[in-house]
Every structure is written in C-alpha cells, then in structure tokens.
C-alpha cells in the first residue's frame, strides 16, 4: 500500500549535504534523535497548555516538517558516517513513539473533539510501529508499510494543524476525519503483519 515514506530517499538526498556538515562537526546521529524527541515533547507541552489559541497550531506543520528531517539525518548518520550502534536503535524507535504521543493527544483536548478517538487513534499508531518492528524478530526486514505510517500521519495531523491555525474551528469534521485516521491505521497494522509473513514465506 502506498505511503509518504516512499519518498524519503529523494528527501534524504536534498538532506545528505547537511549531514555530511554535521558529520564533520562531531555530531553524533544519537544526538540528533534525542533533539527531534526534545523538539516534540516541547511543542506537544506548549500545545497542551495553549491549545485554546488558535495560533499555536502553526507551530504543528513546522515543527513535524523538522522532525521528519531530523530523522533522515539521523539515519543518515548511522549509516553513511559509521554511527550504527544497539542504543541507536532502541532510541530511533522508541523517541519515535514517545514523540508521536507528545504531538498528537494534545488535539484531545479540543472542543467539539472526540478525545477518546484522538487516544484511539495514538494507541493503534503505537500498534503499527510496534508489528513492524516485531516484523524483524520473525526474520522479516522492519516493515514501514502504509497506508497509515508515520509519514502519513504527520501529514494529515500536521495538514490539521494549520487548518486549525488558520482559524477554523474544530468539530464534527475532524472526528470524522479521526474516524477515517483510525480505520486506515488499523489497516497499516494488518498491511505490516501480511507482508512480513510473506517476506519470510508464510
């Protein structure tokens, strides 16, 4: 199924002069996932406690934009420059997920909102990336299959964002647009399992 993450190597090329700059300078790719995690948990706070200004959402887009590429470089870094290591991994994974909860449950909080739905949607989200990581103790490669992955879902929280910055209000159009979140990353969860199955001939 097809998702935003198709694109990241052509986003990662646009980045890889960066990274070679960082890489000269000592910066270590742990070092970059813990700023983008750093990043999160300070806008999804600053978010939490003024989410009644409108304004604040604008914040949302950019901040999403920064930490998508903040995670190219890390990878990057890993990869390209000899930074790969066993605490590299678990912090990739994990400031992932502590970082999708700190920028999203805050739209819990809005008026009109389903706030269960939000907590739903965040829940099942956490689901997919943990089957695509079980995917490689199965003997399968990570699966980052759609139609709901990370990517995705920051572009439809981030596209939110700034129409709620923009001025409009929240309402029953955005528990719809939960509702269609929820169905479309449950079945992000069953793409990943399905596949990894078949990438190991089950």
């Known amino acids: 199924m097809a998702s935003i993450y198709a694109i ?20 270590t790719a742990n070092q970059v996932t813990i700023a983008a995690l750093l990043l999160s948990l300070i806008t ?18 950019v901040v999403l934009f920064v930490r998508m590429a ?8 890993a990869r390209e420059h000899d930074m790969k290591s066993e605490l590299g991994a678990i912090l990739n994974e994990l400031c992932d997920v502590i970082a999708d909860v700190a920028l999203y449950l805050p739209f819990a909080l809005l008026a009109g909102v389903w706030a269960w739905l939000v907590v739903l949607v965040v829940i099942i989200a956490i689901v997919t990336e943990m089957t695509g990581v079980i995917a490689i103790q199965i003997g399968a ?5 759609g ?14 964002a700034l129409v709620l910055g923009l ?14 979140m929820l169905v479309l990353t449950v079945w992000t ?14």
């Not at 903040?70 to 870094?77: H, K, R």
């Not at 001025?167 to 719809?176: F, K, R, T, Y």
Request: net charge positive; hydrophobic share 50%.
């Open 8 to 27: 990241k190597p052509a986003f990662q090329n646009l980045l890889r002069p960066l990274c070679q700059w960082l890489a000269e300078r000592g910066v």
């Open 44 to 61: 999804g706070g600053g978010l939490a406690f003024f989410y009644t200004q409108p304004c604040v959402f604008l914040l949302i887009p």
């Open 70 to 77: 903040l995670n190219a470089i890390d990878g990057m870094l």
């Open 141 to 145: 490669s990570r699966r980052y299959d």
């Open 147 to 160: 139609p709901m992955g990370k990517s995705d879902r920051a572009f439809v929280f981030g596209a939110v």
């Open 167 to 180: 001025g409009v209000n929240a309402g029953q159009w955005l528990n719809g647009l939960f509702v269609v």
């Open 189 to 202: 969860v069953f793409n990943r399992a399905r596949h990894a199955l078949a990438e190991i001939g089950q």
